[in-house]
């Protein structure tokens, strides 16, 4: 990819990022960032992002110039855009971000984050003419996801579920302790690198990451006075979210309801996804007319910023056009 970029084969498109009011939190505004293709086809992908970090530090992130799955989906031809919800990013931080955690409600629940995305959605189908949007979501993502297109038939033309949350037998729920939580940027870059996971000498993340992604992480929350140097505060909502899910295989979303194409992918190194939770969850999208699942090797829980990512973008490329052929 970036040897075509240097030969000028590919020409680099570049994110605008369009500010949207949020009817159910007045005077708070969600960050959409989207890349337009140089020929519009009339659809577009919607990425929303996991529990910890934005959607320019996972869709959108340029392991090159011009070189992000955003970028990819741009160059099929879609309106590729990625949503912060509200606490992450570019999107505004709810009032309870800036006090202290403790004896507070976790900010950003998965029922709160699928009125967001309804507002995204709404936003290219009714100002930008999108007449089928394809919603990508990873990890915690998947949960307001699929809240989403439980709660609004016919609004989307497929659902991809990376990474989904699923129910792990003898596991519990955790109380987390307030609004938010605070990690450092390298320990998150730490974390993503699966030491523990992976077998000893494998490194799967790409190279840009070590050189690039802990610093842009670590840029795009505000540090808050008092707080200890470099601990990023971060909404709570998607933890609580996780561990009741993990604990207990409820969603706040009837999986049988949802009408669309559903695409479970997963690399065989997540350890939030496994091959029985994977069959479990889709096997509950009893109504959905399109049900592909498929492990990817040598991908994590991150595997959209590992080597293997194409295979994973190449994936997704593939049961959307299925989706799309299946509906006409």
């Known amino acids: 990819m970036s040897g075509l970029l240097a030969l000028g084969l590919i020409s680099v498109l570049s994110a605008n990022t369009i500010d949207l009011p949020v009817p159910h939190a007045p005077g708070q505004r969600l960050a959409l960032h989207c890349i337009a293709p140089e020929h519009a086809n009339g659809r577009s992908v919607l990425f929303v992002h996991g529990a910890s970090f934005p959607t320019m530090l996972a869709f959108g992130f340029e392991f090159a110039p011009g070189d992000s799955w955003m970028s990819h989906m741009a160059q099929q031809g879609f309106l590729a855009c990625g949503l912060d919800f509200l606490g992450f990013g570019a999107s505004s931080r709810p009032a309870a971000m800036g006090r202290p955690a403790e004896g507070a409600a976790p900010v950003t629940r998965a029922t709160e984050a699928a009125q967001e995305i309804a507002v995204a959605v709404d936003y290219l ?8 949007v394809h919603l990508v979501a ?12 439980a709660e609004h038939p016919g609004a989307l033309a497929s659902l991809t579920l990376f990474g989904p949350v699923v129910a792990k037998p003898g596991a519990s729920a955790e109380a987390v302790p307030g609004a938010w939580w605070t990690i450092t940027a390298e320990t998150r870059y730490q974390q993503l690198r699966f030491k523990g996971v992976l077998p000893a000498g494998m490194t799967l993340l790409e ?15 505000p540090h808050v006075e008092g707080d200890e140097p470099g601990e990023l505060r971060i909404p709570a909502g998607p933890a609580a979210d996780i561990d009741r899910v993990t604990a207990t295989g409820a969603y706040p979303y009837d999986p049988a309801s949802i009408k669309v194409p559903v695409f479970v992918v997963y690399g065989d190194y997540d350890r939030v996804t496994d091959d029985d939770g994977a069959a479990t969850l889709l096997a509950k999208f009893s109504s959905s007319p399109l049900r592909w699942r498929m492990r990817i090797d040598h991908g994590t829980h991150v595997m959209h910023l590992e080597r293997n990512r194409h295979s994973l973008y190449r994936g997704v490329d593939a049961f959307i056009l299925a989706a799309e052929a299946q509906q006409r």
């Open 125 to 132: 189908r009714q100002t930008r003419g999108m007449s089928h």
């Open 138 to 149: 990873h990890s915690w993502g998947t949960i307001p996801a699929a809240t989403f297109a």
């Open 207 to 221: 190279p840009a990451m070590a050189q690039r992604w802990a610093a842009a992480f670590d840029a795009s929350v």
